[in-house]
C-alpha cells in the first residue's frame, strides 16, 4: 500500500516542467540573500523537482534533505 501512494506522488518530466516554479521556489529559499547561511533542511524533499539544489548548495553550507522515500532523494542528488 506504502509503495502505491509513494507512485501517486512521481511526475514524469516534473523537473523540466517546473523550471519557472523551481526557480520562484529557490528564490524564496535563498530569502534575497547572497551571503551564505549555516544550513537548510528540506522536509518532503523527494526528487528535489521543486527546488535546485545546485544553487541552493552554493547558498548554504549545508543542505539536509528529509523523506521517507531514500531513493527519490538519491536521485535528486544526481
Given at each position: 500500500m506504502f509503495e502505491?501512494?509513494?507512485?501517486?506522488?512521481?511526475?514524469?518530466?516534473a523537473f523540466?516542467?517546473?523550471s519557472d516554479y523551481r526557480m520562484h521556489v529557490t528564490e524564496l529559499v535563498c530569502g534575497g540573500s547572497s551571503a551564505k547561511s549555516d544550513t537548510l533542511a528540506v522536509l518532503g524533499a523527494g526528487r528535489c523537482c521543486?527546488?535546485?539544489l545546485s544553487v541552493?548548495?552554493?547558498?548554504?553550507r549545508g543542505?539536509?534533505?528529509i523523506d521517507t522515500d531514500e531513493a527519490a532523494m538519491?536521485?535528486?542528488l544526481h
Open positions: 502505491k501512494i509513494k507512485a501517486s506522488f512521481q511526475f514524469p518530466n523540466y516542467d517546473w521543486d527546488i535546485d541552493l548548495s552554493e547558498r548554504f543542505i539536509t534533505l538519491r536521485e535528486a
